[in-house]
């Protein structure tokens, strides 16, 4: 079974982590930690499914998925970072 998400592995770490940079910006940002939360979980469990149920279908674009979901990630990371420092 997990096989399938072995040529994913590089999303799920970072976007993990992209995911925690974000909601640490929305707290920030002073939004409601109740609601951000629950937008949070609520977003995962989405991306659980999806990827679930994706995983076996993108199988053989794994490479192209990875390299587009890491610069996403990545600009997403440059973003709150430039979005922290000019809001400082």
Do not use: R
């Not at 992209?18 to 002073?30: M, P, T, W």
């Not at 949070?40 to 469990?45: G, H, P, Y």
């Not at 659980?48 to 990875?66: C, E, M, N, P, W």
């Amino acid at each position: 079974m997990l096989e399938e998400y072995i040529p994913f592995i590089g999303l799920l770490i970072f976007g993990n982590i992209e995911n925690l940079v974000l909601s640490s910006q929305g707290v920030v940002a002073g939004a409601n930690i109740l609601k951000l939360s629950i937008y949070s979980i609520i977003c995962v469990l989405i991306w659980l499914i999806v990827g679930t149920v994706g995983a076996t279908v993108a199988a053989q674009y794994a490479s192209f998925i990875d390299f587009v979901g890491g610069l996403a990630i990545f600009i997403l990371g440059l973003q709150a970072m430039y979005e922290s420092i000019a809001n400082k």
